[in-house]
């Protein structure tokens, strides 16, 4: 069964294979991959981004989006009993959860693939579309040196498992205490910052932006990174804390441009998915 729960899951020509279905989707092709076919979602309430590139891909595919609470997952009832109802109507099960662990629960008892839309371990769709329209605006996105700005938490262990999949350079610039295992890590943007092309950010909890004050991304700071380097800050962003005001408004800023690549992205993911199904 092909689900996806982690990048590492999958090889380099896996990936490939995504985006090559992700341009064929853009020209229009798999308008009916999902005709007739159920897609059931657990996202939370506060999902604006991934609800929306998920629920539209369906609906683009011709398939039907049926959307639960993520909480409906953790009712007493045991997941395997869950999955065994949802194996009668469901063609795919799409999950926001924080616990990767129900994730691969359900992976384990669905008969159906299963996607991870996001985990506190990891957002492996959301790093299928950064490196997709890096792909777009880059000969070989490999050979680009990444900093991820941020502490460890689910987009910093993402692109971890992205680094690890592509075997590309990547360092981290955090607050003492907050590094993730395996990668080299700097206190000071200043110093981070050198020899960079690709700059990346994460939301900080409102009790550990002051951890972070030496870490904080700006247009003076992007000056200082190789010449044509951008900045990707993983939404939400909050201007102010771990990036500023005019790095928003600059042309290192390429988020919203990036985040247009969800839709084709998840649908091709879809689609992958799909094409490689098979029944247990």
């Known amino acids: 069964m092909k689900s996806l729960i982690r990048l590492t899951d999958y090889t380099k020509g896996d990936i490939y294979d995504i985006f090559q279905i992700a341009d064929e989707v853009k020209l229009g092709k798999y308008s009916d991959i999902l005709k007739g076919k159920t897609v059931v979602l657990f996202l939370p309430a506060s999902s604006i981004r991934t ?51 129900v994730v691969e629960t359900i992976a384990k008892y669905a008969d159906v693939p299963v996607i991870n839309a996001m985990t506190d371990s990891n957002h492996p769709c959301e790093m299928l579309a950064d490196l997709y329209a890096l792909s777009k605006i880059r ?8 900093l991820f700005c941020g502490k460890s938490g689910n987009i910093g262990l993402a692109w971890k498992e992205a680094a690890n999949v592509f075997d590309f350079a990547l360092e981290q610039c955090c607050g003492k205490g907050y590094e993730i295992e395996g990668l080299k890590t700097y206190n000071n943007i200043e110093d981070a910052i050198v020899g960079k092309d690709i700059v990346c950010t994460d939301s900080l909890p409102s009790n550990v932006v002051a951890d972070f004050r030496t870490c904080q991304v700006t247009k ?44 084709e992205v998840q649908q091709a993911v879809m689609v992958w998915c799909m094409k490689n199904r098979t029944i247990r």
């Not at 891909?57 to 009712?75: A, N, R, V």
């Not at 000969?139 to 990444?146: A, G, N, S």
């Open 220 to 263: 003076a700071v992007m000056d200082m990174a190789n010449k044509g380097a951008i900045l990707n800050p993983c939404p939400p962003f909050y201007r102010g804390e771990e990036v500023s005001e005019d790095v928003i408004e600059s042309e290192y800023f390429v988020g919203y441009e990036f985040k247009k690549c969800l839709l």
């Open 139 to 146: 000969e070989d996105f490999t050979k680009d040196k990444f």
């Open 51 to 101: 609800r929306v590139t998920f629920e539209k891909g369906i609906h683009l595919l011709g398939g039907q989006p049926l959307l639960f609470p993520t909480e409906t997952l953790d009712k007493k009832e045991n997941l395997k009993d869950v999955c065994g109802y949802l194996n009668n109507w469901a063609d795919m099960i799409i999950v926001r959860h924080k616990d990767i662990k």
